[in-house]
């Protein structure tokens, strides 16, 4: 088998991968993308209709605006977006390329695929979170009407859906297959919908909810899922309830386990890397991370806006080291 070499290797073809590409290209770096799926293959697998948060300005990255028909961007303009960004600047991105283990011998980074073998000096890891959700851990999870991603609300017409979750994605999902037409119970082990749910959503669902089209069980849990109905843990007792869906939207996290296999020091209960925060080195030399995996456990705290500088870090530090190398 060929061995295929480069000076840098990214992990992942998300936004934050794609501008540590953009920083290498700029510097005329020797660099590959290796993506398991698609281009942004997270955004890709958002749900189809998906408005972002933030706002486009925000979202954008290479001085290539992002223009949207509102403030707030669809899922389907950020994928025109960024595969724009990626063909303007040609970035160079080996698809359907999973990583399955990393080893480091002396100065050389030997990665292995499915199918090829890559050596490299420098290697970036940009992997995401949302390829792992957070499990309920319950009985009757393994079952087929177990979602725990949401696509669009036409399966669910007329269906009685259990929505898991009291954040964002919960609220999105229970709203948008209420109105489509599906009977939708929220199921929410806190006293009240999150907080920090979007200002535009908490209201609509709070009234939903209070005028009884939706119904909630607060400070309650799924105890098991059973073929035709739930079993619900509630502050009156067990509650049995008909259902034909759970859509379980509960967040997601890093993959842990392929983070520890390649060798990152995880700390404490929420698994946060070991990295140097001035260059975003992790434990192992010129082993890099980059994106929502510095966060660890908490998804929230990083997010594209505020890890768009993240590429520009990690190259600097990979430049000024191969500057001296070839000096």
């Not at 970035?91 to 050389?108: A, D």
């Not at 908490?202 to 607060?218: C, D, L, V």
């Not at 309650?220 to 379980?248: C, R, T, W």
């Amino acid at each position: 088998m060929d061995i295929i070499k480069k000076d840098i290797i990214i992990i992942g073809a998300g936004p934050t991968g794609l501008v540590c590409a953009l920083e290498a290209a700029k510097r005329k770096l020797d660099y590959l993308i290796l993506e398991k799926g698609l281009l942004v293959n997270s955004i890709y697998n958002f749900p189809t209709n998906m408005t972002f948060f933030s706002t486009s300005q925000v979202l954008e990255i290479g001085n290539i605006p992002f223009i949207s028909h509102t403030d707030k961007p669809t899922r389907k303009e950020a994928l025109e977006y960024y595969r724009r960004v990626a063909e303007s600047y040609q970035l160079n991105i080996s698809f359907r390329q999973q990583v399955k283990s990393v080893k480091k011998e002396y100065f050389t980074f030997e990665i292995k695929t499915q199918d090829k073998t890559y050596h490299c000096h420098h290697l970036v890891v940009a992997t995401g979170y949302y390829d792992k959700p957070n499990l309920l851990d319950i009985p009757g999870e393994e079952r087929s009407k177990v979602k725990h991603y949401y696509d669009d609300a036409h399966p669910y017409i007329g269906q009685n859906v259990a929505i898991v979750g009291a954040a964002n994605s919960a609220c999105d999902v229970a709203l948008e297959t209420y109105y489509k037409g599906a009977k939708v119970t929220m199921i929410i082990k806190d006293e009240a919908i999150y907080e920090k749910v979007k200002y535009w959503i908490r209201p609509n669902i709070e009234n939903r909810i209070k005028e009884g089209n939706i119904k909630a069980y607060f400070n309650s849990q799924i105890k098991e899922i059973l073929e035709d109905h739930i079993i619900v843990q509630s502050p009156e007792g067990e509650i049995s309830l008909p259902n034909d869906y759970v859509l379980a939207m509960t967040g997601y996290r890093p993959d842990f386990a392929f983070l520890r296999s390649i060798g990152i020091e995880l700390e404490d209960q929420q698994n946060i890397p070991t990295y140097n925060s001035e260059s975003l080195e992790s434990n192992i030399a010129n082993m890099y991370l980059a994106g929502v995996i510095l966060g660890g456990q908490n998804t929230s705290k990083f997010y594209i806006e505020n890890t768009r500088h993240h590429g520009k870090i990690i190259m600097e530090d990979i430049d000024k080291k191969l500057s001296a190398r070839y000096a």
